[in-house]
C-alpha cells in the first residue's frame, strides 16, 4: 500500500472515531511514519492522536515531531503526563525540547519529572549553545577496567535498554577517567573469564565538552565513527555524541550558511513555519544594507555623466559588466567558503589562494573578452575602440571579482565572522563598484571623453 493510501485510511479512521483499530494500526507502523502522519493532523487531531498511541510507543513518536509540535503537545498535557515524557526521551532529545519551552512550563515538567532526568537535563543545560556537551547524551554503557567479559555482558543486559548505543562500551576507572573502549562484538567472542582492561582499546579520540559543534562534525567525518565519547578537562567521560546528532547538525549547519550566503539572518525554523512578519524581519536587515551600498554604484555613474553623453553606447554594457563580474565573484566565494568550512583551506593559504585564483581569472577573462569581442564586432557593429574598452574592462573585472571574492571570505574568518556572511550579495555590490570604476577609467583614456 502506497504511503498516500496508508494516510487517508488513517484519517479515515481517526474521523469515524475507530480509535481501538488506529491504535492497532499506529502500533505496527514505523515510530517515524507514524510522526509524519501526525505532522499532517489539525491541532486538535493531532492531541487525540497522541493519547491513542500505545504507551511504550508514545515517547519515541514524540522526538521524531518537530520541536514546534512537540511544544505544543506539552503544553497541552498536564504536568505528570508531560514529565512522564520527558522521563522516556533520550537526555539530549529532552535537552533540546526543554532549551526552546518558557522557563515556567520548564519549571513545571521538572519539577515532576524523576530525578535521575532532572539531572542529566541540568548537567547538560550547563554547557554553551552548540558545544559538544550541550548535543551530547549522557546514556552510554561504561564499564571497570577490571570487570570480566561476563560481568560486562550483564550489565550491558542491564542498563543497555536505555542507552543510546551498545555497540562501543567505554571503559573507566574509580574517577570516571576514560581509559579505553570495547566493542560489543569482542564481548561476544571473548572467553566470559576474560578481564576488560586486557583487551580494551586504549588509544582512544574523543570530543571535549566545549568544542564546538562544527567542529564535532568534522571529527565524525574524519574517523568514520558512529559515537564518540565527551570528556572533560581532567579527561572524565561526561557523555557520548552518536551519528544521528551529526545529521542534525550537518542539516542545521548547511542550512545556517545557505541563509547567510543569500543575505538572510539565519532561522531554525521550517519555511512554511515562518510567518511573512518573521520571514520580513529576517530578510529585511541585509537588503536595507545592500541597498544603502549599492548607492555608491549610482554615484559613480552620477559622476561619469558626461563621458556617458559622448558616447552613449557605453550605458548598454554596463549590465553586462556588473553581472560577470558579480558572477565571478559568486564562484570564488562559494568555493573559498566551502573549502573554510571543511578545513581545506587555512588562512596561511592566503597567498597561494589568491596566486590560483589570479591565474584562474586571467584564464576565465580572456576566454569572455575573446567571444565577447567579435559579438561587439559582428553583431553590435561598435567601433574597435569601444569593443576595446568592454574587453579590457571585462578581464579586469572578472580579475578584482576573483581576488575580492576569495580573500574576503579568508579574512572573515580570520577575525572571527562566519565567511558564509562574505558571499555573493555583499561581495557583488563591492564588485559593481569596481567594475564601473575601472570601465570609465579605460573609456576616458581610450576614448578620449
Known amino acids: 500500500m502506497e504511503e498516500k493510501e496508508i494516510l487517508e485510511e488513517l484519517l479515515e479512521l481517526l474521523e469515524n472515531k475507530q480509535y481501538t483499530t488506529l491504535r492497532q494500526k499506529l502500533a505496527e507502523m514505523n515510530d517515524a511514519d507514524t510522526a509524519a502522519f501526525m505532522e ?150 571473548m572467553d566470559p573469564d576474560e578481564v576488560i582492561g586486557d583487551f580494551m582499546h586504549e588509544n582512544v ?98 559622476s561619469f555623466e558626461g563621458a556617458l553623453s559622448a558616447c552613449v553606447i557605453l550605458t548598454a554594457y554596463i549590465p553586462m559588466l556588473m553581472d560577470t563580474g558579480g558572477n565571478a565573484g559568486g564562484q570564488a566565494s562559494v568555493t573559498i567558503i566551502r573549502g573554510l568550512s571543511l578545513n581545506e583551506i587555512e588562512f596561511s593559504d592566503l597567498w597561494s589562494v589568491v596566486w590560483k585564483e589570479i591565474r584562474v581569472a586571467f584564464c576565465c577573462g580572456l576566454t569572455l573578452a575573446a567571444a565577447n569581442f567579435v559579438k561587439l564586432l559582428v553583431i553590435d557593429r561598435v567601433s574597435v575602440s569601444v569593443a576595446l574598452v568592454v574587453c579590457l574592462t571585462l578581464i579586469v573585472a572578472v580579475l578584482a571579482a576573483k581576488i575580492v571574492g576569495c580573500t574576503l571570505p579568508m579574512f572573515a574568518k580570520k577575525i572571527g565572522f562566519d565567511p558564509a556572511v562574505m558571499a555573493s550579495p555583499f561581495i557583488t555590490t563591492i564588485v559593481d563598484a569596481i567594475s564601473l570604476m575601472v570601465y570609465f577609467a579605460i573609456a576616458t583614456n581610450l576614448l578620449g571623453i
Open 40 to 189: 499532517e493532523l489539525q491541532d486538535e487531531q493531532l492531541l487525540r492522536v497522541f493519547r491513542i498511541l500505545p504507551k511504550s510507543n508514545a515517547a519515541d513518536v514524540f522526538a521524531y515531531l518537530p520541536i514546534e509540535l512537540q511544544q505544543f503537545i506539552i503544553t497541552a498535557m498536564s504536568e505528570r503526563d508531560a514529565a512522564s515524557i520527558i522521563d522516556n526521551l533520550m537526555a539530549d532529545d529532552a535537552t533540546d525540547l526543554l532549551e526552546e519551552m518558557p522557563a515556567s512550563v520548564v519549571k513545571k515538567i521538572l519539577a515532576s519529572a524523576s530525578p535521575e532526568t532532572r539531572r542529566d537535563i541540568n548537567h547538560l543545560l550547563r554547557y554553551p549553545e552548540d558545544s559538544a556537551g550541550s548535543i551530547m547524551t549522557v546514556e552510554y554503557v561504561d564499564l571497570k577496567e577490571n570487570s570480566t567479559v561476563q560481568e560486562a555482558i550483564d550489565r550491558i543486559r542491564k542498563i543497555g535498554v536505555d542507552s543510546e548505543t551498545i555497540n562501543i562500551c567505554y571503559v573507566l576507572d574509580n574517577k570516571r577517567t576514560l581509559l579505553g573502549t570495547v566493542a560489543l562484538r569482542y564481548l561476544l567472542i
Open 205 to 302: 579520540i574523543s570530543l571535549h565538552t566545549l568544542m564546538d559543534q562544527e567542529e564535532v562534525a568534522r571529527q565524525f567525518q574524519k574517523y568514520d565513527f558512529t559515537s564518540m565519547p565527551v570528556v572533560d578537562n581532567e579527561n572524565r567521560l561526561v557523555g557520548i555524541v552518536t551519528v544521528d546528532d551529526i545529521v542534525d547538525i550537518l542539516t542545521e549547519e548547511a542550512t545556517e550558511d545557505m541563509e547567510k550566503m543569500a543575505a538572510i539572518v539565519p532561522t531554525d525554523k521550517p519555511y512554511m513555519k515562518t510567518g511573512v512578519i518573521e520571514t520580513w524581519k529576517k530578510r529585511i536587515p541585509w537588503l536595507l544594507l545592500l541597498m544603502i551600498s549599492a548607492t555608491f554604484t549610482g554615484s559613480i555613474i552620477s
